[in-house]
């Protein structure tokens, strides 16, 4: 089992940027892919960003892509997602995920752990 927490959401005017950061406990999740997803109001849950165990390969969603940039920490037991040039369409609860598989912005296998969520609102 691996515990997943989410922190550094929060209020944000266009244009800016916050981090995200995920932090796991439990099982290590160093041999596993993970990934951000979010949801919006009454949307469903859709991937952003994903990233191999190993940090070489990399995946996002085009709506994104070069404003996102998805990072890990195996020695941490963290994984973090940077996000600039906000938009108000970015605006959304923000999951962390660990496990699965991706190609491309396409999820092959979904995640076998979820984080609690954050929010995150950027406002116009």
């Known amino acids: 089992q691996v515990q997943l927490v989410e922190s550094g959401g929060g209020l944000v005017q266009a244009g800016g940027s916050l981090s995200l950061s995920c932090a796991a406990s439990?099982?290590?999740?160093?041999?596993?892919?993970a990934a951000w997803f979010r949801q919006a109001p009454g949307k469903e849950r859709d991937f952003v960003a994903a990233i191999s165990w190993n940090s070489i390969n990399t995946h996002y969603a085009d709506s994104v892509k070069g404003r996102f940039t998805i990072s890990r920490d195996n020695a941490k037991d963290t994984v973090y997602l940077q996000m600039n040039s906000l938009k108000p369409e970015d605006t959304a609860v923000y999951y962390c995920?660990?496990?699965?598989?991706?190609?491309?912005?396409?999820?092959?296998?979904?995640?076998?752990?979820w984080g609690q969520g954050t929010q995150v609102t950027v406002s116009s």
């Open positions: 439990g099982r290590t999740f160093s041999g596993h892919a």
């Open positions: 995920a660990v496990g699965g598989s991706y190609m491309g912005d396409y999820v092959t296998r979904p995640p076998d752990y």
